[in-house]
């Protein structure tokens, strides 16, 4: 017995000795310009992009294959910083910026047929079956997917109430002369 689990530790440990040899020796280097889009991207895994999430997205656009301006929920913003590292031009002059929202539901004219829950892929809404739901504003990220597909038209998406923690500075304007006094 001990000359068995003797050898197969000894099997064990060459074997993952020469595995791990494999793995450095065969490895397969990634793209980098892939990883920095990745970075990029508000990384919601929402889907809105038409891709499964935002690694599939990067890897689309260092392939060439997508617009910078795929991103809905990272808006203008996000499609300036793609087109520069991707060293494209871009008109965002018609692009739309909603700014953050977040998905609402009007209790009064839900009816509980746990549609939108089966599509939110973050666990945003709660609710029972035929029952009232509601989102957990602090967990929905916005894909719109529950919009969509409710029956009753229910859920809505508002902007994301500003608040002390959500409140920014806006960035100064061009600076413009003061006013001559005759």
């Not at 508000?42 to 038409?50: A, L, R």
């Not at 689309?60 to 590292?85: F, I, M, N, W, Y």
Request: charged share 15%; hydrophobic share 45%; glycine share 10%.
């Amino acid at each position: 017995m001990l000359l068995a689990v003797g050898s197969l530790t000894v099997m064990g440990a060459a074997l993952g000795t020469v595995l791990g040899v494999a793995a450095r020796f065969f490895a397969v280097e990634g793209n980098p310009l892939e990883a920095e889009i990745l970075s990029l991207l508000p990384g919601s895994q929402c889907g809105q992009c038409g891709f499964v999430g935002c690694g599939q997205a990067a890897a689309a656009l260092a392939r060439g294959d997508a617009k910078v301006t795929l991103c809905p929920p990272g808006g203008k913003a996000v499609a300036e910083k793609l087109a520069k590292k991707v060293g494209v031009r871009v008109d965002l002059s018609e692009a739309e910026d909603r700014g953050p929202m977040v998905a609402y539901i009007n209790e009064d004219l839900c009816i509980g047929c746990l549609r939108c829950m089966q599509e939110c892929s973050t666990d945003a809404i709660v609710g029972a079956p035929k029952q009232m739901h509601t989102v957990v504003s602090e967990v929905c990220h916005a894909c719109a997917k529950c919009f969509k597909i409710c029956p009753t038209e229910a859920v809505e998406m508002r902007p994301i109430a500003v608040t002390i923690s959500s409140w920014h500075w806006q960035k100064p304007g061009a600076l413009q002369a003061p006013p001559q006094v005759h």
